[in-house]
């Protein structure tokens, strides 16, 4: 019995050792887990209204009150379902702080730290690797970002702010366009009428890379009338193609689309759109 029970354990060892399936992982040590920073968290990103606190400790976090009562307050609650929703497609809404929530959230933060690091915002000695903290350096940095961009400096570096940050690069204090500038509506009755025109095309297939995919597929939405959760992505040629003013989920698309486009975006779009 107990030479059995040896030559079982050896065979699971060798499979362990051969594929890794079988192999226990440790669990990932959280960075993100005190409710004190969690708080911080939200506030930095933008699910949570900041209070702040007249005497900050800027050795550790951004000058919003320290508060490390359990994550059970409706606001705190809200907050968190708010940060669950954009990322619904990885975690479940509802409001509790679990490992996988806290796990995205880290991502969330070194996501940003990376992007404000290549635009110039920070150093890795100021905001080291992997230290998914919203402290002084992250807050000083997105104070700068904002600055740059002419965006209120509150430190506060919202999903719109953020996907500013994953373009290429930034324009300095860029000037939104009078609104005749560009007018979707417009732009699409002038593709159709000159929808091989190779300025157009390139135009539009650049929107489409730099625009994030939950605004693609809430675009993509709008337009079939839909609510899918991961739906196919609309080409914009196509929709500027078979744009329908009378049709009520081409207006909702088109104007939404409209609403996502920053000014560095737009600014890039109108170059190439009306390049000769």
Not at 43 to 48: A, E, H, Q, R, S
Not at 113 to 118: C, T
Not at 193 to 207: D, G, R, T
Not at 240 to 268: E, G, K, M, V
Request: glycine residues 4%; positive net charge; charged residues 20%.
């Amino acid at each position: 019995m107990l030479d059995l029970f040896i030559s079982t354990y050896l065979i699971f060892v060798k499979q362990d050792t051969l594929n890794g399936s079988l192999i226990a992982k440790e669990p990932k040590s959280m960075a993100v887990s005190s409710p004190e920073v969690i708080r911080h968290v939200l506030i930095g990103l933008g699910y949570l209204t900041p209070e702040i606190d007249p005497k900050p400790d800027l050795t550790k976090f951004a000058p919003w009150k320290r508060n490390n009562n359990s994550l059970t307050d409706d606001p705190t609650e809200e907050a968190i379902k708010k940060f669950q929703k954009q990322y619904s497609q990885k975690l479940v809404v509802n409001g509790n702080a679990d490992s996988e929530t806290r796990t995205v959230m880290e991502d969330t933060v070194i996501g940003l730290q990376n992007r404000l690091k290549f635009h110039g915002f920070a150093t890795n000695a100021e905001i080291p690797p992997n230290k998914p903290f919203y402290g002084p350096a992250t807050y000083i940095a997105v104070k700068k970002f904002q600055k740059s961009q002419g965006l209120t400096e509150n430190g506060i570096a919202t999903i719109e702010q953020r996907q500013i940050l994953q373009q290429a690069s930034l324009t300095d204090k860029p000037q939104t366009p009078p609104q005749s500038q560009l007018k979707l509506r417009d732009l699409c009755l002038q593709f159709q009428k000159n929808p091989q025109n190779p300025s157009y095309i390139a135009a539009l297939n650049n929107l489409q890379q730099n625009l994030p995919k939950d605004v693609l597929h809430k675009v993509t939405n709008k337009w079939r009338g839909t609510n899918d959760q991961n739906p196919e992505i609309v080409k914009l040629t196509n929709l500027f193609t078979y744009y329908d003013d009378n049709n009520a989920n081409h207006r909702d698309a088109l104007n939404h689309l409209q609403s996502q486009i920053t000014p560095a975006i737009s600014q890039a779009f109108l170059s190439l759109w009306n390049k000769k």
